[in-house]
Each structure stands twice: as structure tokens, then as C-alpha cells.
């Protein structure tokens, strides 16, 4: 029969394996989306940088980047 000592020894090495089970997940959804993130990141440098560029041109825009006093000619 098992011994209380045996039990506990069992729920610590459980405990362990399911804080590195955590862990492994973690970064593997870091890793998994590190590309994504990346990308949004660089949307954001441009955005930003296209929102600086028609600030320079004089050109004002809304709050979805839209610019509103653009004349489109078709």
C-alpha cells in the first residue's frame, strides 16, 4: 500500500510538472505569435510615420486615419 509520505511526494512531483506544463505553454504561444506581433508592430511604425508625413503636408486627418480635406479626383 502506498504511504502518506509516497502521496505527498507524488502531489509535489504533479505540482511540478504542471508549473513546467504552464511555462512550456507560455512561451510556446509567445513563440507562436512573436511573428504577429512583430508585424503589428511595424503597421504601427508606419501608421505612424504616414500620420507624421500628412501632418507635414499640411493635410489633417480624422481618428481613423482618413484624411478629411483630401480631394479625390476620379
Same mark, same amino acid.
Given at each position: 500500500?502506498? !504511504?502518506d509520505a509516497e502521496i505527498k511526494e507524488m502531489q509535489e512531483h504533479i505540482s511540478a510538472m504542471e508549473h513546467e506544463l504552464t511555462a512550456k505553454k507560455k512561451a510556446l504561444r509567445e513563440a507562436k505569435y512573436a511573428g504577429l506581433r512583430a508585424a503589428m508592430q511595424a503597421r504601427k511604425e508606419a501608421d505612424e510615420a504616414v500620420r507624421q508625413e500628412l501632418k507635414e503636408l !499640411?493635410?489633417?486627418t480624422s481618428s481613423f486615419s482618413f484624411p478629411l480635406d483630401?480631394?479625390?479626383k476620379f
Open positions: 500500500m502506498i !504511504g !499640411g493635410i489633417t483630401l480631394h479625390w
